[in-house]
């Protein structure tokens, strides 16, 4: 226990890891500030500015349409008229008024129901990323600097010290992604109530984002649990840093590189985003338009591919179980100089 | 009564897979009685570090067993780590934390009393410091907080691994008479070192190590005297007359080796028969001193790691035991500075 209580000291006094969660937290501020000033809500003011908006622009086109053909009619009376003018004049008419809705012209409103799913994976991906990053910093200091070995001088148990470390670290980001994410849910709502609509919020739709932020808790611990995982299997936090940042680069743009001149079918299904937003969304369904599948309608059918959650579930399992097993293997066997 | 720290034949190889393997202890013994200040001595790359972490749990043997306060480690290492002090080689710190964070997450790990910390930051000199990043340390400053680290826990057998590296020479006698009070007061010290002199002073006991063997242990007067070819400064009053005695004395069955102005005579009982065999001689004496060697000579000697002029000593040069004595070149190739 006292190791756990010195391993969160530890941690708090690293003050990397401070402003990485600092950062975080502000890029998070910015997101939803920015989402803030974007965003109107939607009363018989705007409704009527958008009326006028849509009825100028169509009266703006009308003439514009009507300009241009008289130039055309000019232009074939002179017997200039070039490519630029259809062969004949009368084709050049408005488009209808109801084309012009002014629905389109509305400012954008953030409607809480609808559009707070998506937000929470921006959430998610944001707090994955201080997560993997703490991580590897957090143990991989140690290593580099030799606090590790004064610390098993200390306490010669190095699984133990292992994980207790790893406990402390996955304590210390479910705190802040709970944090963070009622935070974001608070300020999201904020966002619904005064710059769009909160309108339909049932229990069951609480209950789904209750859900996603489950998952996307458990997202940021895996993402924090690989990252430690990786630096201390490395015994430096370049090297996770370094393995991830090549990975994602390297592995991802190169592998969707590779697999398109192949001609892969669903290239997106080996990208690891995908899996990110499966695990968010529940499901992501890829489409591949090279293939038709002709429907009764007579139109192009997409061929289609769903990436479910219990995939990404699975994927994200077994690179636990490899980098902690590999990480557990190697503090066991290795010897520390 | 156990001893504090025992070993037996403890074997390591380092394998790597672009190097290949080298050995670093062959069959090492070492032990250290309650309430000894011990020095653990041995050229460069002999093995004292692959030792200490071994005998700490850093690294895995491949053979021998070990024991302290009289119990087997590694396996009993959880339970007495509690009362084994230690730094490895000039131990390294996080280097943005400050000494006194540094100590304190230590104690918090190991269960000791926050107020210790303090105590010990007193004890090296370094309590001004206290709050400043290890960062900023010199040298010497790092050594005083890895020494602090090490006394933390009040423990009952110290080990210090090259302590005085890096100190200044009121650190190096102030880490003398620190060694010599905790002694005093009952802990046993384990210490490497280069600096003979200082061990001579402060050692009840040492061990010398040559390429992962012992080739030497015992009380350092015991040492001293078993191994020191304690010998005879013999001056004439001529010295023109030096090459005749010389011949005198080889021929009297005694060991000769002449010098610019006087004469080492070695192997002699008694002091008499060589002033009685150079009177009959018509020789006369002006000077004839006994020499007794020092730690570093003997030390030199039996790991032959004496430098010879002309020549450029490689570091796994030294004595093998077991082997034949003077200097020989390990089983792997010697290698030298530059590689
Ligand atoms: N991690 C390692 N991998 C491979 N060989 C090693 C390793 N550490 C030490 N050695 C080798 O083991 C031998 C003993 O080294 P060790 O560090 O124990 O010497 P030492 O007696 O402490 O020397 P010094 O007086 O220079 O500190 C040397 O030949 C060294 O090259
Ligand atoms: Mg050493």
Redesign the pocket.
């Known amino acids: 226990m006292s190791l756990y209580r010195t391993e969160l000291r530890r941690l708090r006094k690293r003050r990397f890891i401070r402003y990485l969660a600092l950062g975080g937290l502000l890029v998070l501020a910015a997101v939803t500030v920015g989402m803030f000033l974007t965003n109107q809500k939607i009363g018989p003011k705007q409704i009527a500015a958008a009326e006028r908006r849509a009825e100028q622009e169509w009266r703006q086109h009308v003439a514009f349409t009507e300009q241009y053909r008289a130039q055309c009619e000019t232009a074939r009376a002179a017997g200039t008229a070039g490519d630029e003018f259809p062969e004949d004049c009368a084709e050049i008419e408005p488009a209808s008024r109801e084309s012009f809705d002014p629905e389109g012209f509305l400012p954008s409103t953030f409607d809480f129901r609808n559009e707070f799913g998506v937000t929470l994976t921006t959430l998610t991906a944001v707090l994955a990323l201080v997560a993997f990053i703490a991580g590897a910093s957090f143990v991989g200091a140690e290593w580099s600097s030799g606090g590790m070995m004064n610390l098993l001088l200390w306490r010669p148990q190095r699984i133990r010290v292992l994980f207790t470390k790893l406990a402390a670290l996955l304590s210390a980001l479910a705190g802040l992604a709970v944090v963070a994410s009622a935070l974001w849910t608070v300020a999201f709502w904020a966002i619904g109530t005064y710059r769009g609509t909160t309108e339909n919020m049932t229990s069951g739709a609480w209950q789904s984002f209750g859900l996603t932020e489950l998952r996307g808790l458990v997202l940021v611990l895996v993402a924090g649990t690989l990252g430690f995982g990786l630096a201390s299997l490395g015994r430096h936090t370049a090297l996770a840093l370094g393995g991830a940042l090549g990975a994602m680069v390297v592995g991802q743009f190169g592998l969707a590189l590779v697999l398109s001149l192949a001609g892969t079918r669903f290239v997106d299904a080996w990208l690891l985003p995908t899996y990110v937003r499966a695990w968010m969304e529940k499901k992501v369904t890829l489409l591949n338009w090279q293939v038709c599948q002709v429907s009764y309608g007579g139109e192009c059918q997409p061929e289609t591919f769903d990436i479910t959650w219990q995939r990404s579930a699975i994927l994200f399992a077994v690179a636990v179980v490899l980098v902690l097993g590999g990480a557990t293997w190697a503090m066991r066997q290795r ?1 520390i ?1 | 009564m156990a001893p504090v720290l025992e070993i037996e034949g403890l074997r ?1 190889t ?3 897979r672009r ?1 290949g393997e ?4 062959d069959g090492f013994d070492m032990v250290v009685e309650e309430g000894q200040v011990h020095g653990f001595l ?12 071994t005998l700490l749990g850093l ?1 895995r043997p491949d053979g021998g067993r070990m024991a302290i306060l009289g119990q087997e480690v590694p396996a009993a290492l959880p339970t007495v780590a509690r009362q084994v002090g230690a730094i490895v ?1 000039s131990p390294q710190f996080f280097p943005h934390f400050s000494a006194e964070d540094t100590l304190s997450l230590l104690a918090g790990a190991g269960g000791v009393p926050q107020r210790r910390v303090m105590e010990v930051l007193e004890l090296v000199g370094l309590r001004e410091r206290a709050r400043e990043r290890v960062k900023t340390y010199s040298l010497g400053m790092k050594q005083r907080l890895a020494v602090a680290s090490a006394l933390l826990k009040d423990p009952k057998l110290l080990i210090l ?2 302590p005085a590296n890096g100190l200044d020479p009121g650190g190096i006698r102030e880490m003398r008479t620190l060694v010599r009070t905790l002694a005093s007061g009952g802990m046993t010290v384990v210490f ?1 070192s ?1 600096i003979l002199a200082e061990v001579q002073q402060i050692c009840d006991s040492v061990t010398i ?1 040559s390429l ?1 063997r012992r080739v030497a242990a015992g009380p350092v007067a015991e040492v001293l005297a078993q191994h020191s070819n304690s010998g005879l400064r013999v001056r004439l009053e001529a010295v023109t007359d030096l090459p005749t005695a010389a011949d005198l004395l080889t021929r009297a069955g005694v060991q000769v080796t002449p010098a610019d102005d006087h004469l080492m005579v070695f192997g002699v009982d008694k002091p008499a028969t060589v002033t009685r065999a150079l009177a009959e001689a018509d020789l006369y004496v002006s000077e004839l001193a006994p020499v007794t060697a020092d730690l570093e000579s003997v030390f030199l000697e039996l790991t032959a790691t004496a430098p010879v002029p002309g020549r450029h000593r490689q ?2 040069q030294s004595v093998v035991v077991g082997g034949q004595a003077g200097a020989a070149v390990s089983d ?1 190739t010697a ?1 030298g500075w530059g590689e």
């Open positions: 010897d100089t | 390591k380092y394998r790597s190097r080298r050995r670093a202890l041995g050229p460069n790359g002999s093995g004292k570090t692959t030792t200490l972490r690294i080689e691994d090259e490497s280069h190590i992962g570091v796994d792997q290698r």
